[in-house]
């Protein structure tokens, strides 16, 4: 890495010359792939807009979350889950596993930077990355310059706040999921939680722990199963199914399992979609709930499923079945968005909704040494398995570089400042 002020750059940013990749993201996505290139003895340069590794789950999760799937689908390449960890590891000991991953590959982001803008220069073959810093009062920019750009900031980038009539006009506290540490605070409260996806049946598991009277908005339909069945986790044993039998047959077997063990889910207000639950992972990114308990306690009354929302108003919510609810707060459960479409000047490998446009497994590699990691909508094992495929390419091309005795083609670029 070259770092220096470009006097002819009256904007006063600082240009750095990045030999090697540039990664944007320090979660898991950029940790994986840096570890990678690590290993092959690859420079690099990671950027966060955070003042941390692992945002998401250091500062936008709640406290009680653990991996919903057992540890082996979760570890990172090339360091296994301490032998100790349990099989469900709790979100302070998969950070603590992160730290210690960040630490043995040695991988030193620079921190409090977002990236505001990544365009290729077709003149000089070179990616041009903007960054504005995060902290201070002068807000200074970093261009970077380097041959590959590698995209790790992920399917949860930012939160999805939906425009909902009248919400504006209501008086108690909204807040997305991203923001919700614990349900502590909601005691006694009825608290409305808008969205049925993992996020919000957790935390109305959470607050209704808390004694607080969560009411959760179920507006179409959503896959529940159990997380485990007769010991065994579900997710693995629909692994294990799907070596032998087709994805719809396997999913019969899992919805079968669940009518065993939920009963009928419509009768409690919770209407399952039409295809399959590994179907509709698989096609359309929806993930199935994974219930730790939330279930039961909807069957039990303590949590209630209501239908979707009409409008707010100053402290209740009418619904689209005719009834208002009087409601204390809301918690928006209501999902994420990737943020790529607002920084990266591209069309070819990414599509407007800022995923690949090439489903999996084809969409983690583009044109000029572009690179998708962690935007496969398979977890964990997903964000695994692009990192190995891109920093292996990676890999290829620096060898095939260094060979040729290729002059580093930003060399080349300096004449034109
Ligand atoms: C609540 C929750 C629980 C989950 N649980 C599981 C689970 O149990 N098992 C599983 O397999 N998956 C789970 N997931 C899926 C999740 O996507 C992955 O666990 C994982 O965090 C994805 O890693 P990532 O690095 O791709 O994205 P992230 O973890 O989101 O990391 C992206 C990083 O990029 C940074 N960034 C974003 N934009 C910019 C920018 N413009 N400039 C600089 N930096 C930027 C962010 O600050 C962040 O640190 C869960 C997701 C959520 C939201
Ligand atoms: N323990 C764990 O490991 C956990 C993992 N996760 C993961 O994090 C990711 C994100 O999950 P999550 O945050 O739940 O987001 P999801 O995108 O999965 O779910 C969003 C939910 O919000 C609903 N919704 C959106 N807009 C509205 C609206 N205007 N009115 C009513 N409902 C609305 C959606 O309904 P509709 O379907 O009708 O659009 C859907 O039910 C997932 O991959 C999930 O598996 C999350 C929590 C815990
Ligand atoms: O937790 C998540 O968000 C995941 O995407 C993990 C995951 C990958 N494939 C699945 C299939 C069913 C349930 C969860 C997952």
Redesign the pocket.
Known sequence: MFSFSDENDFSGRRCVWVNGPVIVGAGPSGLAVSACLREQGIPFVVIERSDCIASLWKKRTYNR?????PKKFCQLPKLPFPEEYPKYPTKKQFITYLENYAQKFDIKPQFNECVQSAKYDESCHLWRVVTVSTTGSTRSKTEYICQMLVVATG??AEG?V?E?DGLQEFSGEVIH?KDYNSGEKYNGQKVLV???????M?ISLDLSNHNAKPSI??????HVLPREIMGKSTFDLAMMLMKWLPLWLVDKLLLILAWFIFGNTQNYGIKRPSLGPLQLKNHHG??PV?DIGALQKIRSGDITAVP??KRFNCNSVELVNGETLEIDSVVL????RSNVPYWLQENDLFSKNGFPKTPFPNGWKGKHGLYASGFT?R?LAGVSADAIKIAQDIGEVWKEDLKNQKVPAHRRCISTF
Not at 65 to 69: A, N, W
Not at 217 to 222: A, E, G, K, N, P
Not at 333 to 336: D, H, P, Q, S, V
């Open positions: 979350l653990k991996l919903h799937l399917e949860n999805v939906p909902i999921v808008v969205g049925c996806g993992n996020s919000g957790e908005v179920v507006r179409s339909s959503v929806k993930t994974l979707g929302i459960a209501t999902g994420y909508r977890g």
